[in-house]
């Protein structure tokens, strides 16, 4: 099951550790989710979502503050009787030293932020979303192409990082080479990342490992990226019939997510980082409403209607 230290939560959001003399090493969160735990300060803990991340607002503090200190103290030793991986305030509100008391005894990290609930809960939801997402690797080179995340894949010495380099010098940002991590975020999206050893690395056959960031600047490179498209390259085989219109996409399944692939032939003389920056930019315009095949099979279909109509006109005559 794919974790996250809570140190590393405690980085990441820049949260004020509480309780420093409780051990936080050992402790993961394992859910995107998290839990303002309202009923459960009241006594109510039927379906209480313990394993998440726990949030508590101005509502639940101003209720805690309303308490006596006798049943204050009841309320956090039951919550904390339950193996919660940790309690964050919100707004830069402080716990008070009862609450401090029990987690220490407890073994339940407080932590607080001066971020407001709202704002801290879509922040910490959206990155344990990415972080705990299902997460797969596959073969291939990721581009961002003008903001489409452009996934190439294909056979080991096909072109791919060649066609990523090309791409690189004419302005387009690298994510990963070689080895794509992509993480199932929603059922519509998918976003690529690189493996900390590789990231900003290409491989070039016959020259060997160059680093985009150093050559290229850091405006050439980038750490995630929604896969927007796959283009896959494969050799030309004059037997086999490519799509030369488009009217019907393909797609290729990743983690159940469906994404729009192009079977791409290479052969002496293809550009290949033309025909990426213009799949890219003919995908987007499809998200936009406008589809070319579309426009062209219009436009046929009404060439020949009125071809009939001046047929059926000299016939009258």
């Known amino acids: 099951m794919a974790s996250v230290s809570l140190k590393r939560v405690i980085e990441k959001m820049n ?9 936080i090493d050992s402790i993961r969160i394992t859910q995107p989710d998290i839990n303002r735990p309202a009923l459960q300060l009241t006594g109510y803990f039927e379906h209480f979502a313990a394993t998440r991340l726990q949030i508590v607002g101005f ?11 006798e049943r204050r103290r009841q309320v956090y030793e039951d919550l904390m009787s339950y193996s919660i991986p940790c309690i964050v305030y919100c707004r830069d509100l402080k716990p008070d030293p009862i609450c401090l008391e029990v987690a220490n005894q407890k073994l339940v990290p407080i932590l607080s932020t001066k971020k407001s609930t709202s704002a801290f809960m879509a922040e ?6 990415v972080r705990l997402a299902p997460c797969i690797s596959v073969h291939g080179v990721l581009v961002d192409v003008y903001g489409e995340g452009v996934l190439i894949t294909g056979e080991s010495g096909i072109g791919k990082s060649e066609a990523a380099l090309e791409l690189i010098k004419r302005g387009h940002r690298l994510v990963t080479d070689d080895v794509v991590e992509l993480r199932k975020v929603s059922d519509d999206t998918l976003v690529g990342s690189a493996p900390d050893i590789t990231k900003h690395f290409i491989e070039l056959r016959g020259i060997g490992i160059v680093d985009v960031k150093a050559l290229f600047g850091a405006s050439s490179v980038r750490d995630t990226q929604q896969v927007d498209l796959v283009i896959r390259l ?3 085989n004059k037997d ?4 030369r219109l ?17 079977n791409i032939p290479i052969r002496p003389g293809r550009n290949l980082a033309i025909i990426c920056e213009s799949a890219a930019v003919n995908h ?4 936009m409403g406008y589809n070319a095949a579309q426009e062209l099979y219009a436009r046929v279909q009404n060439s020949l209607a009125k071809g009939r ?3 059926d006109v000299g016939i009258g005559f």
């Open 124 to 129: 910490i939801i959206r990155w344990l979303n």
């Open 15 to 23: 949260l004020e550790n509480c309780t420093p003399d409780i051990d």
């Open 284 to 287: 987007r315009q499809k998200k």
């Open 234 to 236: 494969e050799e030309w």
């Open 59 to 69: 509502v639940e503090y101003t209720y805690l503050e309303s308490l006596s200190e």
């Open 309 to 311: 109509d001046d047929d």
């Open 246 to 262: 488009g009217l019907e996409e393909n797609y290729i399944e990743y983690l159940g997510n469906k994404v729009v692939c192009h």
């Open 240 to 243: 086999k019939e490519y799509d």
